[in-house]
């Protein structure tokens, strides 16, 4: 079975940065998109950024177009999340999830496996 496993989270302070990595075994990598969601305390789950199995065509919510980067780095058979001018409303329990990336990604659809979540805390 896989199940990705996240690090990188953490405490840090608005305007600052964090970078998340999402492993998995690089043969899943290699042809499965990764997708990251997020879900604060009382909230709905968000997907937050997507990059494909094929081509590596990223997507990201409106909330974090421009802060977010996502990218794959298959020779360490990671896939990270970088989050620059992080704000108060970026706190949240991030979950990391592989499969098929498709239009509804973030909506968790084709989503095969998922990772147990890493808290994120951006204090004001």
């Known amino acids: 079975q896989v199940q990705p496993v996240e690090s990188g989270g953490g405490l840090v302070h608005s305007g600052e940065s964090l970078k998340l990595s999402c492993a998995a075994p690089?043969?899943?990598?290699?042809?499965?998109?990764v997708a990251w969601f997020r879900q604060a305390p009382g909230k709905e789950r968000e997907g937050v950024s997507a990059?494909?199995?094929?081509?590596?065509?990223?997507y990201y919510a409106d909330s974090v177009q421009g802060r977010f980067t996502i990218s794959r780095d298959n020779a360490k058979k990671t896939v990270t999340l970088q989050m620059n001018s992080l704000k108060p409303e970026d706190t949240a329990v991030y979950y990391c999830?592989?499969?098929?990336?498709?239009?509804?990604?973030?909506?968790?659809?084709?989503?095969?496996?998922w990772g147990k979540g890493i808290l994120v805390n951006v204090s004001s």
């Open positions: 990059i494909d199995g094929e081509v590596d065509k990223t």
């Open positions: 999830a592989v499969g098929v990336v498709s239009w509804s990604w973030a909506e968790g659809y084709g989503m095969q496996y």
């Open positions: 690089e043969r899943t990598l290699q042809h499965l998109g």
